[in-house]
């Protein structure tokens, strides 16, 4: 008999997945496939999608980590078939399911929530590559992860943007999880702390008393990870409750761990209380990676790829460890960009291929790029007006370029997601996550697109 997969199974299974593989060939060959059914019996589990391409690759590369995900998750071993089918035919399979909301839907909001909150199966400390610029940082995140609230409270970790503050957070989320399930964990952006607070706030006003479950949501953990505090600097209802929180949270005996781009004497603009009590116990920074850690990391990332790592392409990891000195994000964007153009064009990676594909890198200089400049380069391409793209018409002229620029935002900036959704008029981050997904995936078979949006990137470097 067959059945339905149900999303839960279907959530566990990709983020199994997301386990073994990077984020970018998750993104791009998992995310978007649609669950149809399982068959007990025959001990077939059957899922589809339009795009045939992303079913070859799967099909070539991925299908036993794909088959060992189902069988961890299932308990059980199943044969994953893939099916081509068109969009018309997917949205039939699913006629009739009235608690169905389109299997796009749920997807959209458990990454979302994985970018959020939750902790992302990939940062832990097996994938964290220690070198002479994290090592302080590394030990003291570990110490706390065994000992939670025992040796380093707070534990304040920071250093520049895409250097591993995040990465390390979650490794500590984990391993106090894993050997302690029953601990409660919070892992939150001081963005999504700011706005949460702003919400409940806001209903308070409205009678209802928000603002008390937020409260106790936050002081009743056992373990608060909150990253990227600069963020609550100088919003002065934030850093009061963030200030409580803190209070309480320390009396009662609980881990605080905080990362911020900059020292806390630094945040010139915060309370003095919470810029001393950050202070109270250890503050560890985190420094650019110096050459062999950047290529241990692109190796690490290579065999977590599984892409064969022969003369060729440890030439290719020299090069780009040469090239992006200062931002680890870069550093494997580079990798994985060089790896997924490879599988696109059918070629094997080397250092002529490398050289043509990565030619933003090779090309010195400091770009200073923001959502701003893109949105105005993208404006420029496509003839339409900055206030159209960040209007909410919806036709297809305006929302086409608006959803380009924000996937090249997500691309070549690090602004999060809710903050890229504000510049865009205010819009939800599930939209600009929609607007990423739907790009990313139309890339990958329209060649025009990928050309336009190749000489926009041009253009703005
Ligand atoms: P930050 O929060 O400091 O901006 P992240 O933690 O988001 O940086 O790291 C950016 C990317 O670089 C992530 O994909 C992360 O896994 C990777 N990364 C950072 N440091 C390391 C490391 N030491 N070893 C392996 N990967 C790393
Ligand atoms: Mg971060």
Redesign the pocket.
């Known amino acids: 008999m067959k059945k339905k997969i149900d999303e839960k199974k279907w959530n566990d299974i990709l983020s199994e997945i997301s386990k073994n593989i990077t ?1 970018v060939s998750y993104r791009t060959w998992f995310s978007p496939l649609t669950p149809l059914e399982i068959d007990e019996d025959a001990q077939v589990i059957y899922f589809a999608s339009s795009n045939d391409f992303l079913i070859d690759i799967l099909k070539n590369r991925y299908i036993s980590i794909f088959e060992k995900s189902v069988e961890t998750i299932y308990g059980k071993k199943y044969k994953v078939v893939l099916k081509d089918k068109t969009e018309e035919e997917i949205e039939d399979f699913f006629k009739g399911d009235k608690d169905k909301k389109s299997k796009k839907n749920f997807i959209t909001e458990e990454s979302e929530l994985r970018e959020e909150y939750y902790l992302n199966p ?2 832990n400390f097996d ?4 070198g002479a610029n ?1 090592n302080y940082a590394h030990a003291v995140a570990l110490a706390v992860a065994e000992s939670p609230a025992v040796v380093y409270n707070p534990l304040f970790i920071y ?1 520049g ?7 390390l957070m979650h490794a500590i989320g984990h391993y106090i999880l894993q050997k302690n399930p029953s601990l409660k964990v919070l892992y939150v952006s001081s963005e999504m702390f700011t706005s949460e607070l702003i919400k409940a706030l806001q209903d308070k006003k409205a009678g209802t008393s928000k603002i008390n479950s937020f409260k106790k949501k936050y002081r009743s953990v056992d373990v608060l990870l909150i990253d990227d505090i600069q963020f609550i600097e100088g919003k002065d209802a934030t850093e009061v409750e963030f200030f409580h929180t803190f209070n309480t949270l320390y009396e009662f005996k609980k881990q605080i761990v905080i ?1 911020s781009d900059r020292h806390p004497s630094q945040l010139k603009n915060l309370d003095e209380r919470l810029r001393s009590r950050f202070q109270w116990n250890i503050v560890a920074d985190i420094q650019p990676p110096d050459f062999e850690t950047r290529v241990a ?1 692109l190796r ?1 990332k290579a065999e977590l790829e599984n892409v064969e790592i022969d003369d060729d392409l440890m030439d290719v990891i020299n090069l780009i460890a040469e090239k992006v000195k200062f931002n ?2 870069e550093l ?1 964007s580079a990798l994985t960009r060089i790896i997924s153009y490879s599988m696109v064009f059918k070629q094997k990676i080397n250092i002529k291929f490398a050289r043509k594909n990565l030619n933003d890198i090779f090309s010195t200089g400091d770009f200073n790029i923001t959502c701003e400049s893109i949105k105005k380069e993208v404006c420029k391409k496509y003839g339409i007006k900055i206030t159209d793209m960040e209007s909410s018409k919806r036709k297809r002229e305006f929302s086409y370029p608006r959803q380009i620029a924000m996937y090249i935002c997500r691309e070549m900036t690090d602004s999060s997601l809710p903050k890229i959704g504000k510049s865009f008029g205010g819009r939800d981050h599930t939209t600009v996550l929609h607007a990423y997904d739907k790009i990313a995936s139309e890339l990958k078979t329209n060649d025009s697109l990928a050309n336009d949006i190749m000489q926009i990137k041009n253009e703005l470097q």
Not at 161 to 167: A, D, N, P, Q, V
């Open positions: 984020e990939r940062y994938n964290f590559i220690v994290n250093g943007s895409g250097l591993g503050k995040t990465h990362t990391i690490n680890i994000r494997e």
